[in-house]
């Protein structure tokens, strides 16, 4: 297999309320899935977890919140990459891992879709990769915008697809991927 499964940040922290409302409550149940028929093909998996540099974040390394969530736990031969950034490539040795493994696609699904999982993507292609985002496994938050308005999650969350799709990424849903795993297998 030529591609890698990304799963970025699905962690504790992020069921804290004062994220906001979220779109994709079933993200996480879709990261699963995709998970599970990954595993079961022998793909490569790479989990990426974000460690807050602020004390006070629900993701800094001092809060259970820094815990990836069980649904998603690594076993014991997935790498987990550690990174204090918005890109998984920064601060880690996520481009070696795949180029030493031939891996050309990434496969990223995770949290959140305009902060961690764009930068992801968008740093992903340009190194060359082939990037494809889940997304319905993947999920935002809302946002305030420049001018003080607030922003749906759902708003959020399609247009940083829309600023992905065709230039950084090709936008594709769990089944999408699931399928030609199937096909594939």
Not at 1 to 22: K, S, T, Y
Not at 51 to 77: F, M, Y
Not at 145 to 169: K, R, T
């Amino acid at each position: 297999m030529n591609a890698a499964l990304i799963i970025i940040d699905v962690q504790e922290g992020f069921d804290d309320p004062r994220w906001g409302r979220r779109n994709n409550p079933d993200a996480e149940r879709e990261i699963a899935g995709l998970l599970a028929c990954w595993r079961a093909r022998g793909g490569p998996v790479i989990h990426v977890k974000h460690n807050s540099r602020g004390t006070k974040s629900p993701l800094h390394t001092a809060n259970p919140g820094n815990a990836i969530k069980s649904i998603v736990a690594p076993l014991p031969q997935e790498p987990v990459l550690e990174k204090t950034v918005n890109s998984a490539f920064i601060g880690t040795d996520l481009e070696a891992r795949l180029r030493s493994a031939n891996v050309r696609e990434v496969v990223i699904v995770g949290l959140t879709t305009p902060h961690c999982v764009s930068t992801t993507a968008r740093m992903a292609a340009n190194l060359g990769f082939e990037a494809r985002v889940v997304s319905d496994a993947t999920a935002a938050y809302e946002w305030r915008g420049h001018d003080g308005a607030l922003i749906a999650p759902e708003d959020v969350h399609y247009h940083a697809l829309a600023a992905l799709h065709g230039e950084f990424a090709t936008i594709v849903s769990a089944a999408d991927v699931m399928a030609e795993l199937e096909r594939a297998a």
